[in-house]
Structure formats: C-alpha cells, structure tokens
C-alpha cells in the first residue's frame, strides 16, 4: 500500500493555473492516475500515466489543457492545469494503478486523501 499524497490545490480564477502533486516512497513503481469528484456528481478519472511515462492518457474534458508528468526519481506525478474552468472545481485524488490500459487506468489501489481545487472568480 501506498501512502500517496496530494498537494497545490487553491483558490484560482477562471483561466487560471495549477499543478497538482502527488508523492509516496516507492511512487515509482506504479502508473498514476488522477481522479476528481465534485460536489454531487461521480468521481471521475482525469488523466493517467504509465509507469516509465511511455503512455498517458486524458478526459475528454481536459484534453489539451491538463497535462500529466512523473519524476521517477522524486517518486512525484504531477497534473499541469491550465485554462481552468468553473467546471474543474472538484476534490483531486491521485490513485496507484497496475498499468494504463486504454484509455485509463487499471487496477486502481491505494488513494490519497485528496486537494482541492476551486476555479471562482
């Protein structure tokens, strides 16, 4: 088991930036996902990235404004948001995986506890 965290969630104005990280001890092993949850809606996957960063994948949602990356050697994903949108406020979660298999992440495990993310003016 994992003990992911997350981090550098805030407060940001629409068009806005963030980026998000998640670290565990022994992160480097697995693929890792990003998930998020908003008031009264399912949680969703956001992006996932293979173990050695060959695969990534993304919502539809965020396509082309989220961008996921890893240092192996910090054991750190970290989830690029750009052009943020009312739409994006939510709690993120970052999840360990078994691998990214088509368009997510499969095996989801361990969880962190989650940062939030609210996009208001």
């Known amino acids: 088991q994992l003990q992911l965290v997350e981090s550098g969630g805030g407060l940001v104005q629409p068009g806005g930036s963030l980026r998000l990280s998640c670290t565990a001890s022994g992160l480097r092993y697995y693929a890792i996902g990003w998930f998020r949850q908003a008031p009264g809606k399912e949680r969703e996957e956001v992006s996932c990235?293979?173990?050695?960063?060959?695969?990534?994948n993304y919502a539809d949602s965020v396509k082309d404004r989220f961008f996921i990356s890893r240092d192996n050697a910090k054991d750190t994903v970290y989830l690029q948001m750009n052009s943020l949108e009312t739409e994006d406020t939510a709690i993120y979660y970052c999840a360990s995986a078994s691998r990214v298999y088509g368009r997510s992440c499969s095996e989801v495990g361990s969880w962190g506890q989650g940062t939030q993310v609210t996009v208001s003016s």
């Open positions: 990235i293979s173990q050695g960063a060959g695969t990534t």
